[in-house]
């Protein structure tokens, strides 16, 4: 038998209600802020995530799926959907100045060679946003806004929005050199990664899953103190905009996030929900002015974030205790074969109508047939056989009251939707009470 790769996951029918249901409420969301969806291609060069994600990421380091196709060129399953949303809006030319700033969404597989464990997967989902063309502190609020009413929306409360600043390019790289300097006498103390890290790009020693209690990274010196005039400004304002939107938030001076394009705000939200176990972080995000110019596109500064789905159904886990039931409106019953055959026009006339139905294909007996009903969970069951041929009717059963009505054919449609809707009758279908 072949399985399934380690990391991977089947989402199988029975748990594909609560998948469907989470990304109705996040493309409803996504139309309350003016998103659009785009969609690009999994893989990609793999230069696109070197030059972006950061060649000295964990990420690009260890983590992508990297593949000679048979051209001989170097492509890469997209480990996160940032660096290809870039691609795009360079390639496509979509950044016109009426079409400014972009509003653009995407969900689909991303993948990373991680270690997996509950909430950490090789193949995971994102639901990511950016805006992009825009400097403005206030899309930072927007974005981080549009992630915690996402969350409002799916339920889940117990969240902390985390937020710290990395400035410009010119606080960025004053912060770097002094850390550097403050890690030069103690990087001995550091794992062999953390060396290797500190020779590449000094910042990614923060990221650290080994010595991140070390004292060492925590008394490092914080971004926030190297803030330029122009950077201070600009976090300043997004706070204030937080405020002004009501949104509790703790400014987390150690957070620097593990990809190498950001500049300004960097967020996370994080939940202690238990049904997360370690993987607490549900969505991360932040801003990055130099990505577009730095892939040879416009200057076109941007801001944004991604969701890990498979979190926020853990997350879900604990809150939503009540699986929704699957149900279809009505189950399709026959006496005999031949009926089953003369009935089909009804249940395609149905169908055409909007109704759920379902019915048997292994020519089953009455009894074997409600079974099969009842696992299917309808409001009605439809019964047809010689003597509702002989008088075009159906008998019509409720589930839920056990009622039971003979029910002309040409009104059986009427009398449904009444039943489904539980609307009482207009005077059309001929066998309700009010008839
Ligand atoms: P990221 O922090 O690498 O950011 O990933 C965002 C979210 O994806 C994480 O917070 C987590 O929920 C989920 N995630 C990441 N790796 C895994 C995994 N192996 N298994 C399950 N879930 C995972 C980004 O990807 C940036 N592109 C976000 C962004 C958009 N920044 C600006 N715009």
Same mark, same amino acid.
């Given at each position: 038998m072949i399985n399934k790769i380690k990391g991977t996951q089947d989402i199988l029918p029975s748990e594909i209600n609560k998948w469907q249901d989470l990304e109705e409420v996040m493309r409803n969301v996504s139309k309350l802020f003016n998103f659009k969806e785009i969609r690009t291609p +999994?893989? !990609?060069?793999?230069e696109l995530f070197h030059r972006s994600v950061g060649e000295t990421t964990d990420i690009v380091k260890k983590e992508t799926y990297d593949f000679e196709d048979r051209g001989k060129r170097m492509n890469t399953l997209r480990p996160e959907g940032t660096a290809s949303v870039v691609r795009s809006v360079i390639e496509n030319k979509l950044y016109t100045e009426e079409n400014l700033p972009l509003k653009l969404y995407y969900y689909g597989p991303m993948f990373r060679y991680e270690r997996p464990q509950k909430g950490r997967q090789r193949q995971f989902h994102q639901f990511g946003a950016e805006i992009i063309g825009t400097d403005s502190p206030l899309a930072d609020a927007e974005i981080i806004n549009f992630a915690a009413t996402f969350l409002k929306a799916l339920k889940i409360n117990d969240i902390k929005i985390q937020i710290n600043s990395l400035g410009d390019q010119e606080s960025k790289q004053k912060y770097m050199e002094a850390l550097r300097e403050y890690l030069k %006498? /103690? +990087? @001995?103390? $550091?794992c062999n990664d953390c060396n290797r890290r500190y020779e590449e790009n %000094?910042?990614?020693? $923060?990221?650290c899953k080994v010595d991140m209690d070390n004292p060492v990274l925590i008394n490092a010196p914080k971004p926030l103190d190297y803030l330029s005039d122009e950077a201070k400004m600009h976090f300043d304002h997004v706070i204030m905009a937080l405020e002004e939107l009501d949104l509790d938030y703790t400014i987390n001076k150690n957070l620097v996030r593990?990809?190498?394009?950001?500049?300004?705000t960097v967020f996370e939200i994080t939940s202690?929900? !238990?049904?997360l176990g370690s993987q607490s972080t549900l969505v991360g995000g932040g801003r990055y002015n130099n990505l577009y110019k730095s892939l040879e596109g416009p200057d076109l500064p941007a801001v944004g974030f991604a969701f890990g789905i498979e979190r926020l159904l853990l997350a879900l886990e604990a809150i939503n205790k009540e699986e929704s039931k699957d149900f279809i409106h009505c189950y399709f019953l026959s006496i005999g074969d031949i009926y089953q055959t003369e009935a089909l026009k009804i249940i395609n006339d149905l169908r055409h109508g909007g109704i759920i139905i379902d019915y048997d294909f292994? /020519? @089953?007996n009455l009894k074997q047939q409600f079974k099969q009903a009842d696992r299917l969970n309808p409001k009605y069951y439809l019964i047809y056989g010689e003597e509702e041929a002989k008088k075009r009717t159906i008998n019509v059963k409720s589930t839920e009251t056990k009622e039971q009505v003979e029910v002309d054919i040409d009104n059986l449609y009427q009398y449904l939707v009444n039943g489904l809707t539980n609307r009482s009758c207009s005077g059309g279908c001929g066998s309700c009470d009010g008839c």
């Open positions: +999994i893989f !990609e060069a793999s %006498p /103690n +990087i @001995k103390h $550091l %000094p910042l990614r020693v $923060l990221d593990g990809l190498d394009y950001y500049t300004h202690d929900l !238990e049904t292994f /020519n @089953k």
